[in-house]
């Protein structure tokens, strides 16, 4: 199949997530976040297009599936940027999957609440990405995303509709958005998150870059750490004990809010709470 991929981020064995498979119904993402990697392996990442003849083809394969596999929508962009509102594609997907997989949509965009009907029918969890609470570094750190306010509302009317719902605190980033974990997990816990999955800033070159440019007040000492740090596929990461540190922090605001808690391609399976590290055992 062309569009439904094995769930594979590079082959890491870092990685905790269940088998899944990877659907995207576009190319590119124009939140254009800083410290995104897409643009390290898709051509013009921050440019989104639509997949050609999605729909057709995702008729198609869908139709092959066995039992009700988990669908990631998305894992290389957002299922719902700006052109959603008039090309319904993700909204297509949704009904072409129903009765057929279980789905787990990944997004940053308040658009996933105008998919409420659908959402509440089909067994399906949304996560979304919160990485600031403050609108000026959500700003500056992912410019084409929709502010935070509107994320923590969205999670909320998602919630109070019976979908259940997860967190990425992803990345945290030293000296940026570190200070804010608590307040962050008592956002995402007061908006009826049940879950958070959470990571650290793992640079590879062009993201490197866009943060050197965009946080010149920040770098030099974000390179002294990284310098400390190992490079693992392509990306670099914070020295062990460092990243275990944040996620211990992160772990412990989640229990004594009653939140379950994993990271993402970290190493530390052992700081897990969850019996999935993408949010996906809250589906049903």
């Known amino acids: 199949m062309e569009l439904l991929r094995e769930f594979d981020p590079w082959r890491d064995p870092l990685c905790t997530c269940p088998p899944k498979l990877s659907l995207n119904p576009y190319t590119g993402c124009p939140h254009a976040c800083l410290y995104c990697y897409i643009t390290s392996y898709i051509p013009h990442g921050f440019q989104c297009r639509p997949k050609k003849d ?30 959603e509102r008039e090309l ?45 609470l403050k609108p000026g570094l959500a700003r500056r750190l992912e410019p084409g995303a929709p502010p935070p306010e509107r994320r ?5 009317k998602l919630s109070d509709a019976g979908v259940p719902v997860s967190v990425r605190l992803d990345p945290l980033i030293p000296g940026l958005n570190e200070g804010e974990i608590r307040d962050l997990v008592e ?7 049940g879950h958070v999955t959470s990571s650290t800033f793992k640079p590879r070159a062009d993201s490197w870059e866009r943060m050197r440019r965009g946080f010149p007040e920040l770098f030099p000492r974000l390179r002294e750490l990284y310098l400390k740090g190992e490079r693992r596929k392509r990306s670099l990461y914070l020295p062990r004990e460092r990243r275990r540190e944040l996620m211990e922090r992160v772990r412990e605001a989640c229990l004594s809010l009653g939140l379950t808690f994993s990271t993402c391609r970290e190493g530390f399976p052992d700081l897990h709470t969850s019996r999935s590290c993408d949010g996906s055992h809250l589906i049903g």
């Open 152 to 156: 923590l509302k969205a999670l909320r």
């Open 54 to 83: 999605l729909l057709r083809r995702l008729e198609g394969e869908a139709g092959r599936l066995e039992g009700e596999p988990l669908i990631s929508m998305c894992n290389s962009s957002d299922p719902y940027p700006p052109q």
């Open 187 to 193: 956002a995402a816990a007061s908006a009826g998150v």
């Open 88 to 132: 319904l594609l993700t909204r297509g997907c949704l009904e072409r999957l129903r009765g057929r997989a279980r789905v787990l949509v990944v997004t940053k965009s308040d658009l996933v609440v105008r998919d409420l009907d659908l959402l509440s029918r089909l067994p399906c969890t949304v996560s979304m990405t919160l990485t600031t």
